[in-house]
């Protein structure tokens, strides 16, 4: 007997891998240091990477950068590439890890642009408008006149001419200076207007804050604060903040975590804590900014 074909069983396999699953929806909860825990927002097909990103977004943690992902079916830390569905329950455990410069450094800088948008961002004031020509006309004549008495002093008081009139021929200069400029700026907003020539500073307008009052004033590094203060042995080094109240901070960066000098000796691995810890200002301001 000649062999049965194997067409339609091709055509059949062919069509189960056409079909696609589509991602659903899921809950996805990681457990925090504090004992807290947060629910993000994702889908079946999200790997560890998007689950760091939904966390930079989180109110609750968008200031921690340093830390790894733990299961409770796996030994380790989760890979950036590991697969939301494989790992059943959807429960993961936010482990903090230690500093080194360079991450201590990229902590404060995140800091920084959070608060960037209350800061530095605000929409810039309006140019002062160009004094018309009459206006300028008006500002010339007196210094002209003023000129004249002291003329005639130096010279015994004799009789002098005139001073010749100021030429016409620099008036119209700026007016037409002034009228193309608000030609240039009118063409520039409908520019800006239609999407043909987007600026970059209309993006951050429309992103800032600049109506809230900023938690803080500036961060910056500082050598050895006091002498009678002595750097720990897993010292990193000394940072200066100013509190939205006006109050200045003394903190030392360890690979633990970040240290206050001054009354409150407060050791915490996340430099916002430490800072809601030393200023109530701060953490009323921070949490205003959240609700």
Do not use: W
Not at 25 to 48: C, E, F, M, W, Y
Not at 211 to 217: D, E, F, I, K, Q
Request: proline share 8%; charged share 25%.
């Amino acid at each position: 007997m000649a062999p049965k074909s194997k067409r339609g069983k091709a055509k059949g396999e062919k069509k189960k891998k056409d079909e696609k699953v589509l991602p659903v929806a899921i809950d996805i909860t990681v457990n925090l240091p504090d004992q807290s825990d947060v629910i993000l927002k994702g889908i079946s097909t999200d790997r560890i990477i998007d689950v760091r990103r939904l966390l930079c977004v989180n109110t609750a943690t968008c200031a921690i950068t340093n830390y790894s992902l733990l299961h409770e079916t796996r030994d380790g830390h989760l890979k950036d590439g590991a697969d939301i569905a494989t790992l059943k329950p959807y429960t993961l455990t936010l482990v903090e890890g230690e500093y080194d410069e360079d991450s201590a450094l990229v902590h404060i800088r995140r800091l920084l642009d959070i608060v960037a948008c209350t800061a530095s961002f605000g929409s810039p004031p309006p140019p002062p408008p160009p004094p018309s020509p009459k206006d300028a006309d008006a500002t010339k004549e007196p210094s002209n006149s003023s000129s004249k008495p002291a003329a005639a002093a130096s010279s015994g008081g004799r009789r002098t001419g005139s001073p010749p009139p100021l030429p016409k021929e620099s008036a119209a200069k700026d007016a037409d200076a002034a009228a193309a400029k608000e030609d240039a700026v009118s063409a520039e907003l409908e520019a800006e207007m239609s999407g043909a020539c987007p600026r970059l500073g209309a993006f951050y307008e429309f992103f800032s804050l600049a109506n809230l009052s900023p938690p803080l004033h500036f961060i910056k590094r500082v050598t050895q604060p006091r002498q009678e203060e002595q750097p720990s042995d897993d010292h990193l080094f000394f940072l200066e903040a100013k509190l939205c109240n006006g109050k200045f901070v003394i903190v030392e960066a360890r690979r633990k975590g970040f240290f206050s000098f001054g009354k409150q000796r407060v050791l915490c691995h996340n430099l916002v804590d430490l800072l809601r810890h030393l200023s109530r200002a701060f953490d009323n301001v921070r949490l205003s900014h959240i609700l």
